[in-house]
């Protein structure tokens, strides 16, 4: 491992590894297969970029990075291009020439890493390249980025991965390391099999991100309440906020822009070339909100992420791990807030129900979105219940970086109030034989004189008005919860109308009880405490200072923000993302050592041996101006 270690201290400039990256990169320098899930900003991309070198220097030839995103490509190529490292990719930006140069040195082995996505890697014409590698002892090591797609119960299964069953079939010796951040049991097992991983050695880094802190709230005025949180938490911060419709998108992006926020739309609607603008603005530019669907996420490799907001709630909990994941890579405090209704989970539900797909399916999926809201009602730990969900033990009670555990809510037992709205559903469809929808269902509860009520003469039942006690906001918990527990079904053929299940009868007769979380009031509930992180200067805010990852006097200060603006430039004129230069984290500790020669940026972690050549002196200009 000496020369592994070399090359993290000479090529990438860290001093040691973090987790379980020794023994993954020392297992599969030695040519073993592996299944790797570490989570976002872990350093999943170190734990194959530095077998492909040592095993290049070894002779072995090339590693071929099958990755799905053209934009990951071009930024890692990059990246590792800064780093001194030989490394190209194959997409469609290519031209015709430029490709095949490329493919021609792939072949003889001249190159360390290419990236080229899996619907290439498969084809009879790469696969006539990969054979003449292999007769030339040139092919050193497939890599499979994001390799939960292959799997059908993960979050983002994309059918093209299955083909990829092809490289072990015929390139048996060829070591193979599979890397993802989500995968819960279920997925791991279906990795193994699709991909015939049977063999790897599997390393599973703790999912926890503790410079995270999850808030989850019910939805009120849910534009509202996200204005609050990013304008009191994050004002001028990079973020990402997700909304499940391409309208709803536009409409948030331009009440954030509205707002004076530097916001942009993304999804898969738009013009490709506008969603590639706007990707690349939000990944070179400072402080810019992107708001998109979840066609938007994988692969972005933005380190200063600052938050993620959810408008709408994903489908499972790996969505939700896999989204929340991309604030926060630099290790720096960071947010994940999600606002979720009643009608979050009826659409999810009826999206699972009217698929296509076979019965089994679905009871997977409606068991994973049955997870997620009960993560969202919970009044314990969000932490502890998350890292439950993949098998991991927290360790402790509270993370007290929380909502439930910074700002505890009241619990209530809802029993009384579930039994009176299922009596409700069954009077209502014994009167009227039909089935009616949640509105109606709780103005009957609640003894509201309806036009509706009146019309269909359900103001004359015998449960009208005994729930009057209940605000609407307490019986929509309730029947957020009947529905999770299967007490009560949702009839998407029917307009969203409610009728009871095998599942009520344990609840109408008292034998399951119905604990809910009290609505908190105040701004937390709202969207977000002001100051409850005591956050100082607003990056990327007209006339503020950029926010260090790090405390720092005035004179580092002045320092951090020179280099930041130098950084920016070099990024420009490189076409890259700022951070593939810098990390933050590197400028912060260049601006407290306040360098006077290149052997005073020796150490500093993220300089390298290629970045201090082709930075240092400039390095040093910029500190001593």
Known sequence: MNSARVVLRETF?????????????????????ALVLMPTGGGKSLCYQIPAIV???????????????IALM?????????????????????TMDEAAQIERQMVRGELTLIYAAPERVTTPRFLAQL???VERGKLSLFAIDEVHCVSQWGHDFRPEYRALTVLHERYPSVPRVGLTATADALTREDIVERLQLQGARAFVSSFDRPNIRYTIVEKREATVQLLRFIQGEHDGDAGIVYC????????IAETLCQQGMDALPYH????????????????????????????????IDKPDVRFVAHLDMPKNIEAYYQETGRAGRDGAAADAWMAYGLQDVVNQRRMIDESPAGDDFKQVMRGKLDALLGLAEATDCRRVRLLHYFGEAYGRPTCQNCDNCLFPAAIW???????????????????????????????IL???????????????ISTFGIGAAFSEQQLRGVLRQLIAINAVSVDAQAFNTLKLTEGSRAVLKGEVAVQLRASVSGAVAAGGERSRRGKGGKSGAAGAKARAPVPLDEAAQLRYEALRAWRAEVARSHNLPAYVIFHDATLAQIAQRAPGSLDDLQGISGIGARKLEAYGDEVLRVVGL
């Open 13 to 33: 400039g860290f001093d040691a590894f973090r987790g379980p990256q020794q023994d993954v990169i020392d297992h599969v320098v030695g040519g073993g297969d």
């Open 55 to 69: 095993r290049q220097s070894a002779g072995l030839g090339t590693t071929i990075v099958i990755s799905p995103l």
């Open 74 to 94: 071009h930024d890692q190529v990059g990246a590792l291009h800064e780093a001194g490292v030989s490394a190209a990719f194959l997409n469609s930006t290519l």
């Open 131 to 133: 054979d003449a590698m």
């Open 244 to 251: 499940q419709s391409r309208k709803r998108v536009e409409e």
């Open 268 to 299: 898969a609607g738009l013009d490709a070339r506008v969603r590639q603008d706007n990707q690349n603005r939000f990944l070179r530019d400072e402080g810019v909100v992107m708001v998109a669907t979840i066609a938007f996420g994988m692969g």
């Open 413 to 443: 037992d809802g029993t009384d109030a579930a039994r009176k709205l299922l009596s409700t559903i069954y009077r209502v469809q014994q009167t009227s034989g039909i089935t009616f929808g949640a509105g109606h269902i709780m103005d």
């Open 446 to 460: 609640r003894g509201k004189a309806t036009e509706k009520v009146a019309q269909h003469g359900h103001n004359g």
